[in-house]
């Protein structure tokens, strides 16, 4: 998938329309001091901000990956280093989750859900491999088709992380292959 500068363009306007719009309510109208939620601690709170910016980095890094491996002539150096950080982001994503499943989920369900993030990651880290060695074997075509399962594991790896974490369950993304 290419991202283009229409898309880019599009998406910021849209994002600038947002601020815009909800940005002097809030301002206006500060939010009233808020009383903790019930049976949600402070702790639990940041351990789950902790998970979302792990997942938060690999969505950020997965996309500059995707953006290099499309470029006119990709960086297999700078590609290398950003394969070095996703696997970095990976194993503390994965500690992350296992650390800070929700709780009061049954016990299997938290198992299941940490496996499933860790297939997620692996295929992600593996996927990666592949586009990078199809990258320094000149494979365009394999390389077009690696960018779209990096794409596919990322949006998957974004589901499971959000069900860990408790949000409601969403279509089921196809799976990476």
């Known amino acids: 998938m290419r991202i283009s500068r229409t898309t880019t363009t599009a998406l910021a306007a849209c994002c600038s329309l947002v601020l815009a719009v909800a940005g002097p309510a809030l301002a206006v109208d500060p ?15 940041a351990d789950r901000l902790t998970t979302v ?4 980095d690999i969505l950020s890094l997965g996309a500059r990956i995707g953006k ?10 700078k590609l290398r280093e ?4 996703l696997t970095e982001q990976a194993a503390r994503l994965r500690a992350s ?8 989920r049954p016990g299997a369900v938290q198992r299941d859900l940490v496996a499933d993030v860790q297939k997620v990651v692996d295929q992600l880290v593996k996927d990666l491999n592949q586009a990078l060695m199809d990258l320094a074997a000149a494979n ?16 998957q790896l974004l589901g499971v992380v959000l069900q860990a974490l408790g949000a409601p369950a969403a279509a089921p993304a196809a799976p990476a292959s």
Request: net charge negative; glycine share 10%.
């Open 31 to 45: 939010a009233p001091e808020r009383p903790a939620a019930e049976g949600v601690s402070a702790s639990d709170t």
């Open 53 to 56: 910016g792990s997942l938060g």
């Open 68 to 77: 290099e491996l499309q470029a006119p002539k990709p960086d297999l150096t």
């Open 82 to 85: 950003m394969q070095r950080q």
């Open 97 to 104: 989750v296992k650390a800070h499943v929700q709780p009061g």
């Open 140 to 155: 365009v075509l394999g390389l077009a088709a690696d960018v779209t399962k990096l794409l596919g594991d990322l949006q």
